[in-house]
């Protein structure tokens, strides 16, 4: 069964460097996501990215948040300059473009932790 | 602006018997409803979903319930097997979210006892 992976599963980094973290969505859906949960808090929406541009970002999707689908099956959310409130599970999702069909569907996350 | 609540932060119930998760929503542009259940360390998973225009929707032990009127909606499982012990989160989406952006409850956690 086709599914979303994430890598790396694990990032450690110095507050203010720069983190990539990428996915690879289900190869036939055209709408993709990112997500994250700060320990013990609800999963919250941060982007979604529809026709190679964002359809619509939250309030924590920031200037230091870029997403980027580089080629036909990666795509990506970068961090320019980390902050110890960033260190979170991050989830990357996607689903079809059939608007009766609208589960999205999650990778197993990147657990992201900013010292 | 808790506009999808899990008011049940845990559930135990026996092996065998029926599980009854609930979800609350404020939002009136939800259309779509979801069941995602997760494990520690792992991405949601999942479960079953409901469109506004039914009321109930059936995919073997699971089921879901959506009352508009109340703005409520339940999972049942039947039978709970020690395996569905996990999180439980309700999310929802709708016209004008950004593409469908789901909005997520704070989970319940379910313990299946054997």
């Known amino acids: 069964e086709p599914e979303v992976t994430q890598t790396p599963s694990h990032q450690v980094t110095q507050m203010g460097q720069e983190v990539i973290l990428r996915c690879v969505p289900i190869?036939?859906?055209?709408?993709f996501y990112w997500y994250r949960q700060i320990l013990g808090q609800k999963v919250e929406f941060l982007v979604s990215f529809y026709n190679n541009e964002i359809s619509e970002k939250s309030e924590i999707f920031d200037d230091q948040f870029s997403v980027e689908r580089p080629d036909g099956s990666n795509f990506t959310l970068k961090i320019r300059s980390t902050k110890l409130e960033d260190s979170a599970m991050y989830f990357c999702a996607s689903r079809e473009l059939d608007s009766l069909q609208e589960t999205q569907y999650f990778g197993p996350g990147t657990r992201l932790l900013v010292l | 602006d808790q506009q999808v609540k899990q008011n049940s932060p845990s559930l135990s119930v026996q092996e065998g018997r029926i599980s009854i998760l609930n979800c609350d929503y404020t939002?009136?542009?939800?259309?779509?409803f979801l069941w995602y259940k997760k494990y520690p360390a792992e991405g949601p998973t999942f479960l079953i979903s409901?469109?506004?225009?039914?009321d109930k929707n059936e995919d073997g032990r699971f089921t879901v319930f959506l009352n508009k009127s109340a703005k409520h909606l339940s999972l049942h499982i039947v039978p709970s097997q020690p395996g569905d012990s996990a999180v439980y989160f309700c999310?929802?989406?709708?016209?004008?979210?950004?593409?469908?952006?789901?909005?997520f409850g704070s989970g319940t956690r379910l313990q299946v006892q054997p």
């Open positions: 999310a929802a989406s709708g016209r004008g979210t950004g593409r469908r952006a789901l909005t």
């Open positions: 939002n009136s542009m939800f259309d779509y």
């Open positions: 190869s036939n859906h055209l709408y």
């Open positions: 409901i469109s506004s225009i039914k």
